[in-house]
């Protein structure tokens, strides 16, 4: 019989060990993944943190633990794999949200076919282990395919069937690609669910507004998951605006019997009035009209509607009247006069800050109102209801309207396209925390010492032994050379190492005082600062550099790599590497080091380190007051600011929001047309002045800086009021700039640099372009648009009594923790100091006086 040969011995054994491992080891789950939301409503924005749904199912006989992993590109060129751990049911569907900064683009197209890459791994003991499914997705392959929204757009959030009227902001005029009478159009993310919401709040971050309709059971907010409905707070609570519209019949929100009341019914009943608004039943809408449309008529004049009013005597602090229906007020007192039964002067809706966001309550079904059809473009119309609310300024118009102005002799209508300023682009940001210099000195170095090893151990030192007749040395010559070399780059490679981490910073540090008359009532709620960073560190050596924002602290602060928009030219480095972004751990990033620098930024909750520096406080000795004068109409305000921050205040503005709602907008009969009376009108009245320095310790006299003549009218429309100072010291500027704009604007002068980060502050507010034109007088309109930074607009703070105090404290420290491998860094930059204080509301002054009829002027 033959021996067997050493090579059968050998597939006989692997054989067997292959038939034994298919006992031993089971096979790998099948799991099929579907991306079903890209972005929260499928809408998304370029360089914005964006939600994504994805569904898995596995057909494992038993519960997979699995870690699902979406890849996306940063700044380097690297990718930051966001991840999240979760148990998979056999055959079952399970759906969850992953989180990530998605790269800045030009245009929204340019991602709407990026692919990224899903990963499925399974999880042994918390460590990832093999992967199970991997796809290659991108936004057009949504389950219904997304949609993007251009740097240039703003984002509003519907949850319910209907718009209320928001489409305004979206939808411009037949003909036109914009809309003449705004900055910044909107995209309306509309048919939202109570059922579909993120469940971190940064998968909210790109909407600036939610409006909150309707009463069925995909919108009750009792179908708000616990984890969803913490997002939602925290997102208003870091700046978001929360608009719940009543429904005309039903309380889903269970006002009246939560709140102070007591009780929990759902995610926000802590937070709302324990007083029930009153219900009036069956009100002429066209006695409600002035509030809700500049128009006098309707298409069928007995139409009526159920509308809740609030009592401004009941309502729990911090709530405050902010819409109320128009009425006479006495000639002597000021005060309004209206009979109890009727509508006039009662509050339609009402609101209370929440952290640095605010809840607002409107007691008139506007999805009801809507969809009857009452007007022409519908009711209500979004200057009369939605700039108050939201914080926004610009008129809106409907397309006949737009069509009246166009075709009158001679046209009122500016049909030349409006120039654009982009306030400077991701430059804006990007410049002032460069820290390129001494990456590009390393690179330099760098080259330098290979190019001067290659002449020595090439065709220097060969030319030099040929000289000397000692070619057959230049192998040794080559070695001796390659070996000194390799101790200097180690030596400079030890010295990178241990070389000086760094960061430079741009960041805004926003506190909201508390009155001490609202101690009481916001005891519960803890008192923070919030800042907006972004930052360049120095990461020297190379491997892997740990970077965290208040590591220890307990709020879902957020870090990410970031890149100027549209994205800049920054190079890309060849070795792209992978580094995971925990969904548990937001403000860790465990990152590729290259002994060079990064840009990263941050979105961060919490206290200020006592030694960074005390923020503005109120001299107890002389608190804030605001002082109206009901008979006059005039308004003033005495108080006394201090702080002691670590160096001086620089261009510092100070704005007082005063009690006065500003006059309902109107129109105006001009040349047989009709045109708004007081175009892009804001909608609160208030004083605006500029203060060269305010040094630490020194007095601010809230009087002396911005009433120093005494009390003024309170819609006074002279050099200190607020808009014509927004208009003045903003627009007319960029205006005599414009040529600058067919191409980026070199900011290279502090005083322009300042001012463009002032409008990021208040951008909603800037002065809108004109539209309308007095023939022969010509007009050349521009429209401010903003990329960047969406984040810092105070401008919904602008539509509300308030204190706003914005400076600027130069060569100062990152206030926010900051550690690089558990150590805080040296650091230096620009902080944007804001100090906001709410001011209480006064009755008679927010009741706007009846429109006048149009007439002629």
């Known amino acids: 019989m033959a021996r067997p040969s050493l090579l059968s011995l050998a597939a006989s054994a692997a054989l067997a060990s292959a038939i034994a491992a298919s006992f031993t080891a089971p096979a790998a789950a099948q799991v099929t993944v579907i991306l079903e939301q890209f972005g929260v409503g499928n809408v998304f924005r370029p360089g914005d943190w964006t939600a994504i749904r994805v569904q898995l199912r596995s057909d494992a006989p038993a519960p997979l633990p699995v870690r699902l992993a979406w890849d996306v590109p940063d700044a380097d060129g690297d990718l930051a794999s966001s991840t999240r751990s979760l148990v998979l049911s056999p055959g079952q569907a399970t759906s969850r949200w992953l989180y990530g900064r998605l790269p800045p683009a030009a245009s929204p197209l340019d991602l709407e076919g ?259 059809a009452l007007q022409d473009g519908g009711l209500p119309q979004a200057d009369c209801i939605w700039n108050p609310l939201l914080g926004r300024r610009g008129d809106s118009l409907t397309a006949a309207e737009y069509a009246s102005l166009e075709k009158s002799e001679p046209p009122r209508l500016v049909r030349r396209p409006a120039d654009l300023a982009d306030l400077g682009g991701g430059s804006l940001i990007a410049r002032p925390i460069e820290l390129s210099g001494r990456a590009a000195l390393g690179i330099l170095a760098a080259l330098g010492l290979f190019g001067t090893y290659w002449l020595l151990a090439g065709p220097l030192g060969f030319a030099v032994l040929r000289r000397w007749h000692r070619e057959r040395w230049s192998w040794l010559v080559a070695v001796g050379v390659a070996a000194v070399f390799t101790v200097i780059a180690w030596a400079g490679s030890l010295a990178i190492r241990q070389g000086e981490t760094r960061i430079e910073h741009l960041t805004f540090l926003d506190h909201v005082a508390r009155p001490p008359s609202l101690d009481a009532a916001l005891a519960a709620e803890p008192q923070f600062q919030r800042a907006a960073s972004w930052f360049s560190a120095s990461l020297p050596g190379y491997g892997t550099a740990s970077i965290a924002i208040d590591p ?131 909608p609160q009245e208030g004083r605006f002045v500029a203060i060269a320095a305010w040094n630490p310790g020194e007095v601010l006299d809230l009087a002396a800086a911005l009433y120093p003549e005494g009390a003024a009218p309170a819609r006074d429309a002279g050099p200190s009021s607020l808009a014509t100072s927004i208009k003045a010291r903003y627009y007319d500027p960029l205006a005599a700039q414009r040529g600058f704009f067919g191409s980026q604007p070199d900011l290279v002068t502090q005083d322009e640099s300042t001012r463009r980060l002032d409008m990021l502050s208040i951008y909603s507010m800037l002065a809108p372009p004109p539209y309308l034109q007095n023939p022969p007088t010509g007009v050349e309109p521009l429209r401010i648009e903003r990329i960047v930074a969406r984040e810092v607009d105070l401008s919904p703070w602008l539509a509300r009594p308030c204190l706003i105090v914005i400076g600027y404290l130069r060569g100062s420290a990152i206030p926010l923790p900051v550690t690089i491998d558990g150590e805080a860094p040296p650091s230096s930059g620009l902080t944007v100091v804001r100090w906001i204080l709410p001011l209480p509301a006064v009755e008679a002054a927010m009741v706007p006086d009846p429109r006048p009829a149009p007439n002629a002027d």
């Open 114 to 372: 990026e692919v990224f890459t899903l990963r499925v791994f399974e999880e042994l003991e918390g460590e990832r282990g093999r992967e199970l499914a991997v796809a290659r997705v991108s936004p057009a392959t949504a389950a219904v395919p997304a949609r993007g929204v251009a740097l240039q757009e703003d984002l509003l959030g519907a949850i319910g069937t209907g718009r209320m009227g928001l489409e305004a902001y979206e939808t411009p005029p037949p003909g036109l690609s914009t809309i003449p009478s705004i900055n910044e159009m909107a995209v309306v993310t509309s048919g939202l669910g109570s059922a579909g919401l993120p469940d971190r709040w940064e998968g909210l971050a790109s909407h600036s507004a939610l409006v909150w309709g309707g009463d069925d059971p995909n919108t009750r907010p009792g179908g708000v998951g616990i984890e969803e409905g913490r997002a939602l707070r925290e997102w208003i609570a870091r700046g978001g605006t929360l608009v719940i519209v009543l429904p005309e019949t039903g309380n889903p929100w269970m006002l009246g019997t939560t709140g102070a009341a007591g009780g929990r019914g759902h995610f926000l009943s802590d937070l709302l009035p324990s007083t029930a608004p009153e219900i009036r039943e069956g009100v002429l809408v066209r006695e409600m009209l002035p509030a809700l449309s500049k128009l006098a008529g309707l298409r069928d004049m007995t139409a009526r509607m159920s509308v809740r009013t609030f009592d401004p005597t009941t309502l729990d602090a911090p709530w405050i009247p902010r819409l109320a229906f128009p009425a006479p007020h006495a000639p002597r007192t000021g005060l309004v006069l209206a009979e109890k039964s009727s509508i006039e002067g009662k509050v339609l809706a009402i609101e209370r800050p929440f952290g640095f966001g605010r809840i607002s309550i409107v007691g008139l079904d506007l999805d009801a109102l809507r969809r009857r």
């Open 552 to 682: 220890d602290g307990n709020q879902r602060n957020i870090l990410s790599s970031w890149l100027a928009p549209p994205g800049d030219a920054r190079g890309r480095f060849p070795d792209v590497r992978r580094y995971e972004a925990s969904i548990d751990s937001p403000g860790v990033l465990e990152i590729p080091a290259r002994a060079t620098s990064t840009t990263l930024a941050a979105n961060w909750l919490g206290p200020v380190d006592p030694a960074w520096g005390r923020l503005p406080w109120i001299d107890p000795e002389a608190p804030v007051e605001v002082l109206v004068d009901g008979a006059s109409g005039k308004v003033s305000l005495r108080g006394r600011l201090l702080h002691d921050l670590k160096g001086t205040l620089a261009d510092v503005k100070v704005i007082h929001v005063n009690p006065y709602r500003a006059a309902l907008p109107s129109l105006l009969r001009q040349g047989g047309v009709e045109v708004v009376a007081k175009p892009g009108a804001m």
